[in-house]
Every structure is written in C-alpha cells, then in structure tokens.
C-alpha cells in the first residue's frame, strides 16, 4: 500500500503550511518530501505561470 500514488489539490497557501510544518522536523527525515513537494509545486506553477491562467502566484519553493 505504500507504494500506491495520491493526488491532492491544495492551494498555494496550504501547500506553504506543510513546508513550514515539515522544516520543524529533523531535516534527514523529511529532505526528499520536501524536495518533491516543491519540485512538483513549481512545475504546476510554470505550467499555470505559462498559460496565464493567474496573475498572482506565490512560489512554494519560497516557503522552507
């Protein structure tokens, strides 16, 4: 079960929460989530970003 993908849609802000969150954990423990939580994260964002579908976008990568 572990192995089995999920999709969530959170906002920006929300996404920003579970950064922040994250970073208070020891660092060995979450680095690679992080990592792919923003790696994901920023190619929504460009593909957003690209079409212009909104003006105002906040960086997730900014958060942690």
């Not at 079960?1 to 920006?12: F, G, P, Q, T, Y």
């Not at 920003?16 to 970073?23: A, D, E, F, P, T």
Request: no cysteine.
């Amino acid at each position: 079960m572990d192995e089995v993908k999920i999709n969530l849609e959170l906002s920006v802000a929300e996404v920003n929460v579970i950064l922040r969150s994250l970073g208070k954990h020891p660092f060995e423990e979450i680095a690679a989530l992080i990592q792919k939580i923003k790696s994901q994260g920023e190619s929504q964002l460009a593909e957003v970003q690209a079409t212009g579908a909104n003006s105002v976008v906040e960086d997730p990568a900014a958060a942690v």
